[in-house]
C-alpha cells in the first residue's frame, strides 16, 4: 500500500512539474523585417528579417531569420498599459543614424517588454539634444511609421 501511494505521490510530482514549466514558457512568437541596423541592449543586429520568441519570462530571443544568427535579451514588463494598443510591433530609439530597440509587443500587456537601455544608448541620450529621439515602430508587414 505504501508503496502505491509513493508512486501517486511521484506521479502527480511530476505532472506539477511539467505544467509549471509549459506555464512559465511563453508563446510569444513574431517576425519583422528590420530595414535598418540596430542595438538591443548591447547586442548589434544587422537589418534583415527577425524571429522575436520568449523561451523564458523575461528573456526575449531574437534570430535572424537569413544567417540564423540570434541573441537573448532581458527584458521588463511593459512599465505601462497604455502601451498594450492591440498592435503588433517593435518600437525603437533613434539617434542620428543609430537606431535601439526600446519595445516589443504582441499587442496585449502580457506580452509588451521593453528593453534596458543600452551604454551606447545612455551616452548618445546625455550627448544629444532630447528633439533627436524619436521612436519608430516597425509592424509585421515591414512598414514603418516614425513618430
Known amino acids: 500500500m505504501k508503496r502505491i501511494v509513493s508512486i501517486a ?8 512539474m511539467s505544467i509549471t514549466s509549459d506555464a512559465q514558457s511563453g508563446t510569444l512568437k513574431l517576425v519583422f523585417r528590420v530595414p535598418f541596423a540596430f542595438n ?3 547586442t548589434e543586429f544587422s ?17 535572424n531569420v537569413q544567417d540564423q544568427s ?6 521588463m514588463p511593459a512599465q505601462s498599459h497604455k502601451k498594450a494598443t492591440g ?9 542620428g543614424n543609430e537606431y535601439f530597440l526600446y519595445e516589443v509587443t504582441d499587442g496585449s500587456i502580457a506580452a509588451t517588454f ?11 541620450a546625455d550627448s544629444s539634444p ?7 515602430s516597425v509592424h509585421v508587414d515591414g512598414a514603418s511609421a516614425i513618430r
Open 9 to 16: 505521490i511521484a506521479t502527480i510530482a511530476i505532472c506539477l
Open 130 to 136: 532630447r528633439l533627436q529621439l524619436k521612436a519608430i
Open 114 to 124: 521593453d528593453f534596458r537601455e543600452s551604454k551606447d544608448e545612455k551616452r548618445l
Open 70 to 75: 540570434s541573441a537573448f535579451e532581458h527584458v
Open 40 to 42: 538591443a541592449d548591447n
Open 87 to 95: 498592435r503588433v510591433r517593435m518600437v525603437f530609439h533613434r539617434y
Open 47 to 63: 537589418a534583415g528579417d527577425y524571429e522575436v520568441t520568449q523561451p523564458d519570462r523575461l528573456i526575449l530571443m531574437l534570430r
